[in-house]
């Protein structure tokens, strides 16, 4: 019996896990309740664990020796007031599982449901590590995400290889894409002060208005991507917040401005944070100042090549070639991207559509279509018994 038909039979179960976690979501780094619903799963499964993980993510093992592979799902849900009337409709007002982070944990359980028997039968030589992952979403007051925490505190130092899976509420349910080297973009983030000199709005010509410099320096940073990077790299910088004022006759003092800058290299994600320290710096030239900082965030998710060529294999064989696909690039950010630089990786998506409402991630309307939960469960469980026999 396939994995795929095995997960099938599991469908209720992992449903039913889902729907409790969407029911009961929590916020970065707060997964208590969560972390308990998986080792409660893992301790009827008699796999053990580890809790306190990045504070509150739990690691567990099954095998030991190597091969050695881990598998991923992140825990956490949004600040988000959830708008649809389901059964199963989050009851922590103002919290949603609008990521699908509730999929992930239910699917992951899944594939240990399923490995856990295999390694008892003596089917399965080797170790697969889970690593139940908080805060995908958030970072805590130190600026890191769990993901970070994790590799940080070694949860990837004894495995030679890792994989996570994200569904996706806009592709097609039952589908598989994945994609080799550079996936999902690096996220950092910027904020600025433009310092003028306020005054009398009738008398602009007396004070040093910041909202005029503010839009020169605007203007230089949306020319950025277009006459400064080559065309041929992808990235993108997005003024995301901006302040000023409060009285219609009276020119501020200063205007705070904010935004994210994302690329995929290195040398572009350098160039652009060159560019917009320059753009900052016209203020100058008309005799303002300002006050830039900019924040390194995730990373450049990077697929490696031989383990997205393995995903697209076990992917045809599982699905069939016709729901497999090529995955896109993405300006969006994963925290995936710690680990996969700490280790080789492979993040792919699954298709979740529920319906045909628009229903994007980040939502108060999001949701998918969970016959896609089974599916990325035979997908991590089936990568890693291939990963086991064949390495
Ligand atoms: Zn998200
Ligand atoms: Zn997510």
Redesign the pocket.
Known sequence: MTYLTRAHALTDKLIAIRRDLHAHPELAFQEVRTAQRVTETLHELGIEYTTGIAKTGVVAYLGEGAPRIALRADMDA?PILEANAVEYKSQNDGVMHA?GHDAHVAGLLGAAMMLSEDFKQGKLKGTVKFLFQPA??NTDAEGKSGGRRMVEEGALDDVDAVVGLHVVSSMPSGRVYVRAGPFMAAADTFEAEVIGHGGHGAYAHESLDPIWLSVQVINAIHGIISRRVDPIKQGVISVCAIHAGLALNVIPGSVQLGGTIRSFETRVQDQLHADLERAFALTRVFGGDYKLSITKGYLPTVNDPKLAEFVRVIATDLVGAENVGEAEMQMGAEDFSFMARAKPGVFFNVGAKKDEQSRP??NAIFDIDESAIPIGAAMLAETARRYLSEH
């Open positions: 949004l990521c995908e979403e991630h980040h």
